[in-house]
């Protein structure tokens, strides 16, 4: 007797769970030739709201983990990524329309670039933070705390590495996160968040929602509890970037402002995606007391 | 609602001096009345809380349920400096939207009702919890002393604990004999008395059927409010329980023609929450109820979110923490 085909529930990931979406819908996902695929949930504002209250709850406990174990928990992400190669490569082939070769290529790099964040968690504060030299008989430390809340609007080409390019960066240094995937590509996403779920990322650090980034930044942008956001998945849109960024200047959030045309994200990255969502502390302490 | 109550309180409350007369008549009474459908009570109770209350009727609800809160703290560490914060709070719990209504009432222990009234005068009430809150575990005289302290003090209302052993054992009289003493001890010189709240601790009541039976006791005994829980006890007050407890205020009303209060305290923290149950005063109870004069919640936290939740309607946008006192 044939076997019935198990199919996916592609869901969303928020608070460590993956619930459907509130409004109940999806939407259909096509392959890059125009194929049917899966549906996935289409997020709603109000699944804004609850990743943002996700969020908001995780960021105690991680901003307050050592850096030391940050880097851990993102170097064992890239870990269990390699554990689901194969699938991370179909998902990437089937939405990019690479060839298995390209997909095999877009799988290294966004394991590598996690590990490369990984490797940084511990060494940020060293680079971009300072001891200043000041003319009193005090001791002058600067040093980097994250933001808080990060709302990322994931590119929409590259639905992988453009995704852990634009994630690591922010929970490395302690930030939290809020993703919304790529609108027409959020399947390799979708198994990204089942990879976090199951590598000691603290449930609420990272929510990623498969979605319309036109239709929830609005949403996210406005949103009083979010400090800061990343608009490089309205690239190439420059009118909506704008209202994004006028709507995020009511709580002074940090703005990544969104490029005119998708980066291309096979080259190092630097510094600046990190230091886009950090705040510098400055203390001045007496000396000899 | 039609309604067959007698016109005259005085004489519908006469009608049953005879169940209260002594402890037999008052347990048969008690006991013959009819038990909660447990499995009903909490599907009726879950059905009322899919209500989908939306944009007008929402800010309605969000404003009301506002002006129904019980500002409360009630912990060992509250110092004056704490209190009077949050008496500013009850008076402009939104300080930057002047449209945003106060609070019914601030809800401390006795020690602190000067501290209360300082600040909020007689704009917004006072409610101390009273009779060796929140275990109830003293002699009567000193529940007394401890009432007539907080009424001196200027409290408008007073929150008592009922004596859960004694009920559990079956010592009605008892119960019943207590509230009527502190009731007296709510008198003032001028002859006008503190608003009397009766805390049942259902937590602690096991069974419907018990609330059912206590809301019955303390409306009888000259109870003004019936309260669920002191917030002390987990679980505290749930949708099922007020449920059972709205029905008992509905059905001595239309026994005796007299009205009586509902507050459910602790555990209700989101503004959702709070409209679900502001429904199911609207549905078992009648709208009636629905003022700050007889119903009430009691609270800390959900005031912030209902304030979070009123911002978004004004302003379009989710609102967040930051922007609302911590307490």
Known sequence: MARLDVRKTYKLYIGGAFPRSESGHSYEVADAAGRFVANASLASRKDVRDAVVAARKAFGGWSGRTAYNRGQILYRIAEVMEDRRPQFEDAVRQSEGLGAAAARGQVDAAVDRLVWYAGWADKLAQVVGNANPVAGPFFNHTAPEPTGVVGALAPQESSLLGLVSTLAPVVVSGNVAVVVSSYGRPLPAVTFAEVLATSDVPGGVVNILTGDATVLGPWLAGHMDVNAIDLVGVAGHPDLAGELEVAAADNLKRVRRAPAAEPDWSIEPGLEPMTAFLEHKTVWHPVGV | ?327
């Open chain 2, 1 to 327: 609602m039609p309604t067959t109550a007698p016109t005259d309180p005085a004489a519908g409350l006469a009608s049953y001096s005879e169940v209260t007369k002594d402890e037999r008549a008052l347990r048969r009474f008690l006991h013959g009345l009819p038990g909660v459908d447990q499995v009903g009570a909490e599907a009726r109770a879950a059905a009322l809380g899919t209500r989908s209350i939306k944009t007008t009727a929402k800010e309605w609800a969000l404003d009301l349920a506002i002006r129904m809160v019980d500002l409360t703290t009630l912990e060992g560490q509250d110092t004056p400096g704490k209190v009077r914060a949050l008496a500013a709070k009850a008076l402009r719990p939104d300080p930057s939207d002047p449209s945003c209504p106060s609070v019914a009432a601030v809800c401390v222990y006795g020690d602190m009702v000067a501290e209360v009234k300082s600040v909020v005068g007689d704009a917004v009430n006072v409610a101390a919890v009273a009779t060796a809150f929140p275990s109830g575990r003293a002699a009567l005289d000193i529940k007394l002393a401890d009432t007539r302290d907080a009424v001196e003090a200027g409290a408008d209302e007073i929150d008592m604990v009922i004596d859960r052993g004694a009920f559990l054992a079956g010592r009605y009289q008892q119960v019943f004999d207590e509230i009527v003493a502190v009731k007296e001890a709510c008198q003032r010189p001028d002859g006008s008395h503190a608003h009397l709240k009766v805390i049942f601790e259902t937590g602690e009541l096991q069974t419907y059927d018990n609330v059912r039976r206590v809301s019955w006791l303390a409306m009888l005994a000259g109870a003004d409010f019936i309260k669920t829980s002191t917030g002390k006890v987990q679980p505290a007050a749930t949708l099922p329980v007020t449920l059972v407890m709205l029905e008992a205020v509905r059905d001595f009303r239309e026994a005796t023609g007299v009205q009586i209060g509902v507050k459910p305290a602790g555990g209700i923290r989101t503004a959702k929450d709070a409209i679900k149950y502001l429904v199911m005063v609207n549905e078992v109870a009648g709208d009636d109820w629905l003022t700050p004069d007889w119903f009430r919640f009691g609270a800390s936290t959900l005031l912030n979110d209902l304030l979070m939740q009123r911002t978004k309607l004004t302003t379009g946008r989710y609102s967040g923490p930051d922007y609302f006192t911590l307490d």
